[in-house]
């Protein structure tokens, strides 16, 4: 059974930065396109940014781009965004997702079965 568990968000000031989390089971980690989407309230949900664990490879979102960074533990089977700078437009609910299959355009279209349980992140002005 695939399982995201995501953790990291919270309150934070302009500018600020957080790290969140998600903890990784159920499929072969080092297969697989993983990463984070966002959905803010009345928003659709987009894509945010995601890493390729076969190459290495990393796609971010123009929104984030220098200032959101996304590595993996892949001992710990675990996926990080590093955020920096955030704004307040950044406010969303974070969701984790997977895409054991390694299918980068399927993964980013948000077409991935596997999703996490979000983390709320809000950035005060």
């Known amino acids: 059974e695939v399982q995201l568990q995501a953790s990291g968000g919270g309150l934070v000031q302009a500018r600020g930065s957080l790290r969140l989390s998600c903890v990784a089971s159920g499929f072969t980690f080092d297969r697989a396109v993983i990463g984070w989407f966002r959905q803010a309230p009345g928003k659709e949900r987009e894509a945010v940014s995601c890493?390729?664990?076969?190459?290495?490879?990393?796609w971010y979102g123009d929104d984030v781009k220098g200032r959101f960074t996304i590595s993996t533990d892949n001992a710990k089977s675990t996926v990080y965004l590093q955020t920096s700078n955030l704004k307040p437009e950044d406010s969303a609910v974070y969701y984790c997702?997977?895409?054991?299959?390694?299918?980068?355009?399927?993964?980013?279209?948000?077409?991935?079965?596997?999703w996490g349980q979000g983390t709320l992140v809000t950035v005060s002005s």
């Open positions: 890493r390729m664990n076969s190459n290495g490879n990393t």
């Open positions: 997702s997977a895409e054991p299959r390694g299918w980068m355009v399927h993964f980013w279209s948000g077409k991935s079965d596997y």
